[in-house]
């Protein structure tokens, strides 16, 4: 009554997953594995004059990492926070977790180092349009005396609903300066499979004196439709060589398949799978089926890092609000791969396969 709140929250997904590529690649690191993928503990909530926290931490696998840990201020459409969040990216990043259309987000996402940094932003919320910004410094595991990178990004979506269909256009942009002259990254992504630490593309280790980013992206959901594209490109400036601009995307569309049910959108990016019939009320829940292209272009000029496009088909259950369980499979082309096979090709095809089991409250 007084205008405290506190609230745990949680998540815990389990994954079964494999790849399946040509011999002399995976080698031990292939194959069928299991992992706990997140195990997220954590608390939030409300304080008086409108204030609100969330101190949360993944704690999967015996490792501590801090996720979303932040104090925020608005009593109206604008709001401030301070502490660690998601830098302001596109659709794909910005949509928990919980929600995405496959197991893994684009390949992008990963490749180009989206992470949660800590640092200080804005955003302001009206009903069809959405700004964020922020400036940030590193990820809080990543603090420490050596590290003075700072970061700016920022995005924009015009959200409107027309009758029943929910448009999304939307678009970000990323600067960022390492603030050291020996500073190097490594741009790579897994083949749609965490449970390997296995990447077949892979730039290696390059110079980088600063990074700018910009992404596009678009969404429409009508009834139980729904189409998704987004579109990035990650330009590196060196002190020493040319500077390479890599790129990354995707292209999906869903059909949920149980009458009455449509994929949840909420604030910029999707949300829930709620169905309108759970097991708890005799129904069987709901049942989506979504499609995807993903392409990632980590070549350009001397750096050859690779090609890697996927076609990738997932199968979402969720049986009550908040359990879910999804399972997808991939066929990935690969070329200029980082790993050769047994006789040395560097162009070749893999299949992956996931299955996810997660519950969250």
């Not at 496959?102 to 009206?126: D, I, N, P, W």
């Not at 050596?146 to 600067?175: C, E, Y």
């Not at 089926?289 to 070549?299: G, S």
């Amino acid at each position: 009554a007084d205008g405290w709140s506190f609230k745990p929250r949680g998540r815990v997904q389990v994954d079964l997953a494999g790849i399946d590529a040509p011999a002399g690649v995976t080698g031990v690191r292939g194959g069928t594995a299991t992992e706990f993928r997140r195990v997220y503990l954590g608390v939030d909530g409300k304080i008086p004059g409108g204030f609100a926290y969330r101190v949360e931490a993944d704690v999967a696998n015996s490792s501590v990492e801090l996720t979303d840990v932040f104090l925020s201020y608005g009593t109206g459409p604008l709001s401030v926070t301070a502490g660690q969040i998601k830098t302001f990216t596109g659709l794909d990043d910005m949509t928990s977790d919980l929600f995405t259309s496959t197991t893994e987000r684009a390949a992008f996402v990963s490749a180009f180092g989206f992470e949660r940094r800590v640092g200080l932003s804005a955003q302001y919320k009206g009903k069809v349009l959405l700004v964020q910004g922020g400036v940030f410094g590193d990820n809080a595991a990543d603090l420490n005396d050596s590290n003075h990178s700072v970061s700016i990004d920022g995005r924009v979506v015009f959200m409107p609903k027309i009758g029943n269909t929910q448009l999304h256009l939307g678009a970000s942009g990323h600067w960022r300066d390492p603030n050291d002259p020996a500073a190097a990254s490594r741009y790579r992504a897994r083949p749609f499979v965490h449970t390997t630490d296995l990447r077949l593309v892979d730039t290696g280790l390059i110079d980088v004196a600063s990074e700018r980013g910009l992404g596009l992206e678009g969404a429409v959901i009508a009834g139980p439709f729904h189409a998704a594209g987004e579109a990035y490109w990650h330009r590196v400036r060196r002190s020493t060589a040319a500077d390479p601009t890599f790129f990354g995307g995707y292209a999906e569309a869903g059909l949920v398949l149980t009458r009455g049910d449509a994929r949840g959108y909420r604030d910029g990016a999707f949300d829930r799978l709620k169905p309108s019939k759970p097991i708890t009320a005799g129904g069987i829940g709901a049942i989506e089926v979504n499609a995807r292209y993903d392409h990632l272009d980590l070549n350009d000029g001397a750096i050859v890092g690779g090609r890697q496009q996927a076609a990738l088909i997932a199968l979402v259950w969720a049986p009550i609000d908040y359990i879910r369980i999804t399972a997808n499979y991939g066929k990935l082309w690969i070329d200029d791969a980082r790993v050769a096979t047994a006789t040395g090709d560097r162009s070749y095809t893999a299949d992956t396969f996931g299955l996810r089991t997660q519950i969250d409250f």
